[in-house]
């Protein structure tokens, strides 16, 4: 008999990521505030907290996180932008419209296109509301098993230092680490594709994103699968709700669709960006 498909969700880690040097500082903000978000949820889950209180914890933390991840964005958006620009004017030698697009358009706005200051705030705003769904998911997860920490130290009648030592052990151990980490992460790819979707806008230019994975032996079937996909830079890799199956596994994406090629917890996959021409 065939065996059923072992389904995965794609929230799980796939090994230990690490942070490089220029990316300590966020990290270290975006992880001090994530381990006292969690401190505040096991705080308020021993009594019955009110949707106010949660609230007010998750945009605590949205707040924080940004102010953490924002010079990541900046960064990555920089880093897509001036390759864009110089893979856009290298087309245009041979391309007559985008040649005349680059002609119509100032040297100073090329520049402010490619070289941000500040997020923008559209992009900002959106930036935003996707960190609250992470908060308010974070919010859900966490409560849960807190109180599953808090309802078997009742039934088995722990004394109150011991419950308080497995409190901490969850909020402020891995949990919160891979939050921040993972965010991080995801700050620089929505960076890269944030500052390639509005030059696409802006310029009339069209752009495709691809996929890639790190191309080593830790790749999960997951993204080696996905490795070399290629979208429409404001298509999604994968909806929310949609499946894949690969061999005898079938992944379902229970969280966000995947505007960026974040595969999962601690994934090491980065897009690119190919050039195709003027929009039509």
Known sequence: P??????KTLRRSEFDAHIEPDEQDSYDMALKATQQFYKRLAEYA????SDEELNTISLEWVDSAFAAYEDRIIDYANQTGTTLLEAI???AK???QIAKILDDTSAAHLEQLS???TIPETIRTEYMNRLSQVAKDATQNGLNSIRTILEQAQAEEWERDYLQEQLEKLTTGSRAELLARNE???SQRLGSYYSARNMSD???VQLEKQWNSSHDATVCDFCRYMDGKTVDIDGTFMENGDEITIGDTTYVNDWMSKTTCDGHPNCRCYQTYIVKGAKQ
């Open 89 to 91: 004017q290298e087309l």
């Open 46 to 49: 021993q009594s019955a907290p």
């Open 115 to 117: 070289h941000w200051k």
């Open 94 to 96: 041979t391309d007559k």
């Open 202 to 204: 802006d310029l009339q």
């Open 2 to 7: 065939q065996l059923s498909a072992q389904k």
């Open 184 to 186: 991080l992460v995801n």
